[in-house]
């Protein structure tokens, strides 16, 4: 079974630092990886994806995630956070036909 | 353009009455979803249709049906509505069956029972 742990239920940084949201997942078979970003009243939508292939995975916005087999982590990046970046943020695992959720980080950016 | 709508986007009902929530995307899309997000955030699946074929059902209580009357609507019936149903209830959507593709959600229905 599918299993995500994000580390940090809030995460604060100043406007222009670095973002670090970290996500750890544990799967008994090559994972696909997924970030999704929830804006206030919004669904979700889709940060960025890991399938196959090259393991630094560039999304929307600025942000990349980092595939780490041995780490069994996704960890999301962006060098410098905005205003517009304060949302949720929720690293996904997917095994055959369903995705599992982390229980989400809330990201607070500082003026 | 909205590509996947759900009304009410607000439902505040009493316990014991049954309501609905529809959900409709204009992608194209096979597989079509229903997630529970609690007051901490949590997202959970309950169901998943694909062209109009349940495929998922989580452990969900048997209150809760789905109905997917063509692959572009997926439905959700709530009967005898209970505190513990207050929740945000998202519907989405992806080209295929299976991880690898990118679901698109809806705003969301926030379900609040009284």
């Known amino acids: 079974a599918q299993s995500v742990t994000q580390l940090g239920s809030h995460v604060s940084v100043s406007e222009g630092a670095l973002v670090l949201l970290r996500c750890n997942y544990s799967?008994?078979?090559?994972?696909?990886l997924f970030w999704y970003v929830q804006y206030p009243n919004q669904g979700l939508q889709l940060l960025l994806k890991?399938?196959?292939?090259?393991?630094l995975v560039k999304g929307i916005n600025g942000f990349e995630a980092e595939f780490k087999k041995s780490e069994t982590s996704f960890h999301l990046t962006k060098p410098s956070a905005h205003m517009s970046d304060a949302a949720e943020y929720f690293c996904a695992s997917g095994g055959y036909q369903k995705v599992t959720f982390g229980t989400g980080t809330k990201l607070q950016v500082i003026p | 353009d909205t590509a996947v709508s759900q009304t009410p986007k607000y439902l505040v009902t009493q316990m014991g009455n049954d309501k609905s929530i529809k959900c409709e995307q204009n992608?194209?899309?096979?597989?079509m979803y229903w997630y529970k997000q609690d007051s901490k955030k949590f997202l959970k699946i309950m169901f998943s249709y694909n062209n109009k074929e349940l495929i998922i059902n989580e452990t969900v209580p048997n209150r809760f049906s789905p109905k997917s009357p063509d692959k572009a609507h997926l439905n959700l019936h709530i009967n005898s509505l209970e505190l513990g149903d207050s929740a945000v209830y998202f519907c989405?959507?992806?080209?295929?069956?299976?991880?690898?593709?990118?679901?698109?959600f809806g705003p969301g229905t926030r379900l609040t029972v009284t």
């Open positions: 992608l194209g899309h096979d597989t």
């Open positions: 989405a959507s992806s080209i295929g069956v299976g991880t690898p593709y990118e679901q698109y």
């Open positions: 799967s008994s078979v090559p994972p696909y």
């Open positions: 890991y399938t196959t292939g090259a393991t």
